[in-house]
């Protein structure tokens, strides 16, 4: 059964630090989505790749946040320096591109304080 | 730009009661629409999809959702619902030409009482 996931599925860390978030997309997967979800925002995309390229990244803070695919099968989605309203779950998920259908990743549950 | 609307935060229901989720999008060209279901502390799951065709489409669990072009609407239903359906759900506007970007709805909370 594939999956996608995500690594850590929960962080906790102080303000000013460095925070990566992984996702490993389903293999054969070539477009990975990185969102964020908030009580306040609901459901927001931060970016996304295909073919390990960046497609847009518009939903993203650019001061602090990264993302990035070293490789097919690792997405990473960086803060720094993390802030107390960055606390959030962050899901990656990823399709392929003939069915587009995203499967999603457990989340990682992000707590700055 | 595309949104989504889904009009109703929360939602209670009767187990074996029926459920209609409601879902209005905004969207220039002809849509994907997406409906998904969250559970606590879970991702999110995909129930089923419109991309053309027959406008009713069947999912899983049971659900299926009709699609209404006049009413721009995308709503999501199932006969009889079980405990299990409690959930957040949320419909989804995909933007085919950005390589299926979703625009997601604010979601609806549902309760079943037993």
């Known amino acids: 059964d594939a999956r996608v996931t995500q690594t850590p599925r929960h962080k906790v860390t102080e303000m000013g630090q460095e925070v990566t978030m992984r996702c490993q997309p389903i293999?054969?997967?070539?477009?990975v989505f990185w969102y964020r979800q908030t009580m306040m925002q609901g459901l927001e995309l931060l970016a996304y790749f295909r073919n390990r390229a960046p497609l847009d990244d518009s939903g993203m803070p650019k001061d602090r946040f990264s993302a990035e695919m070293p490789d097919a099968t690792l997405a990473t989605l960086k803060i720094q320096p993390s802030e107390p309203r960055d606390s959030a779950v962050y899901f990656c998920?990823?399709?392929?591109?003939?069915?587009?259908?995203?499967?999603f990743g457990p989340g990682t549950r992000l707590t700055v304080t | 730009a595309q949104s989504v609307t889904q009009p109703d935060i929360h939602i209670t229901v009767s187990e074996g009661a029926s459920l209609e989720l409601r879902c209005n999008y905004s969207?220039?060209?002809?849509?994907?629409l997406f409906w998904y279901v969250q559970s606590p502390g879970q991702g999110l799951q995909l129930l089923l999809k419109y991309f053309s065709g027959d406008t009713l489409v069947q999912g899983i669990k049971g659900f299926e959702a009709e699609f209404k072009r006049s009413q721009s609407s995308f709503n999501l239903r199932k006969p009889s619902v079980h405990w299990s359906d409690a959930a957040e759900y949320f419909c989804a506007v995909g933007e085919w030409a950005a390589g299926n970007k979703l625009t997601f709805g604010g979601g609806t909370r549902v309760l079943v009482k037993p």
């Open positions: 293999l054969g997967h070539n477009t």
């Open positions: 969207y220039g060209a002809t849509p994907y």
């Open positions: 998920a990823s399709d392929d591109e003939g069915t587009y259908e995203q499967y």
